[in-house]
């Protein structure tokens, strides 16, 4: 069964302390790994999408990489502003919708 | 570029009475539109999607005589809950996209309380 599961759920860190999110996927014929950062009560905004085990992506304190089997959001010295829920959604051949996980709500404390 | 709003952002409706969702592509011609929805503490689940100018595909279980979906330009759908009842109490998001699901566009989502 084709599954995105995302963990930690939760996620609280202190200001400056780095930390992963992980994106874990069983699903054929993957053609895009999409994370997306979702503030409460808004939309997801997009922040990158990978297409291939190896490729990286960054921008500003977070970094995104993608194995055969998951991929990991990297956030270096994270600051408050960082505090909100990352989702991660795949998207696979023969599908016309990306699939999303359950997200992580990361909390920043200063 | 690329932005889509939603309106209400927020709406309270009674029981048994229906509302409307517009979802709208503001500096771009969306020839597909996805609607979501999200519980608390969830993810978005997929409920359908509209292509211009056509039916819209909902997912399995999603009532398409209760959520009536309608795309009737390429810049707008809109999304109505018909005969609204409190378990359709929900945050309600759309999204656009010029080039299939690969690339969606989200709106900031609709609060909808049903009492």
């Known amino acids: 069964e084709d599954q995105v599961t995302q963990s930690p759920e939760a996620l609280r860190l202190q200001e400056g302390e780095s930390s992963s999110l992980n994106c874990s996927y069983t699903v054929s014929g993957l053609r895009g790994l999409f994370w997306y950062r979702q503030d409460p009560g808004k939309g997801p905004e997009f922040l990158f999408t990978?297409?291939?085990a190896g490729e990286e992506k960054e921008k500003e304190r977070l970094k995104a990489t993608l194995t055969k089997k998951e991929s990991f959001l990297h956030i270096t010295a994270p600051k408050p502003e960082d505090s909100a829920t990352y989702l991660c959604a795949v998207y696979q051949t023969g599908a016309n919708n990306l699939f999303f996980g359950t997200g992580t709500r990361l909390t920043v404390i200063p | 570029g690329a932005v889509v709003s939603q309106h209400p952002s927020r709406v309270i409706c009674k029981s048994g009475t229906s509302v409307k969702i517009e979802c709208r592509s503001l500096?771009?011609?969306?020839?597909?539109m996805f609607w979501y929805r999200q519980f608390p503490k969830q993810s978005l689940m997929l409920m359908a999607t509209?292509?211009?100018?056509?039916?819209?595909?909902?997912e399995q279980g999603v009532e398409k005589d209760k959520f009536l979906i309608n795309h009737a330009s390429l810049t707008l759908s809109t999304l109505t809950v018909t005969s609204a009842h409190p378990e359709d109490s929900s945050f309600y998001i759309c999204?656009?996209?010029?080039?299939?699901?690969?690339?969606?566009?989200f709106g900031p989502g609709t609060r909808l309380t049903v009492t």
């Open positions: 509209s292509n211009e100018g056509s039916k819209a595909t909902y």
């Open positions: 999204s656009a996209s010029t080039s299939g699901a690969r690339e969606q566009y």
């Open positions: 500096d771009f011609q969306a020839t597909t």
């Open positions: 990978l297409y291939s």
